[in-house]
């Protein structure tokens, strides 16, 4: 008669299902981890290349005498807060200037400091040239809350911006 062997039969035991489910769950865990640290980083980086790209945007339409359709040609600036930074007009930032233009940054990058001026990179109109430029200073600090990373901005006394570091 046929007989089954209970010892010798194919499959997996239970304990062997475990310790695989067991070393997927880790290895995803760290991939989820490592793709969230990614995202992070790349959100930083991008805003930061914002940042960059709006200093300079501000430096050409100064060097470029732009009026924006006003009457004369002016510097351009920005001022820079903590959760923003407002692109401007003019050789001072003023608040109630309805031509300015605010960029909110996400809740994960803050602007930490500047060694600006008034907290302000003005850009002298025709020149480009930043505006109350001090030697070993003229720095803007952007902090990543989720990674607990600085980046620095600096600019020297001709508006370039020469690091990012």
Known sequence: MFRKDFNSSKGFTLVELLVVTAISAVLFGLLTVNLL??????SRQSNIDVLVSDLKSQ????ILGSTEGRSTNDSYGIYF???RYI?????????NDPSNFAVMLPTDVRIQSTSLPNNSAIFTKLSGDLQ???NGANTITVHAV????NTII???RY?????VD
């Open 154 to 156: 600096s600019l020297n």
């Open 87 to 95: 692109l401007f007009h003019g050789t001072t930032y003023n608040q």
């Open 159 to 163: 508006g370039v911006i020469t690091g």
């Open 146 to 149: 989720n990674n607990n990373e």
């Open 132 to 134: 109350g430029h001090v």
């Open 37 to 42: 640290r990614f995202q992070n980083n790349t």
């Open 81 to 83: 807060m903590s959760d």
């Open 59 to 62: 430096q050409l339409k100064s």
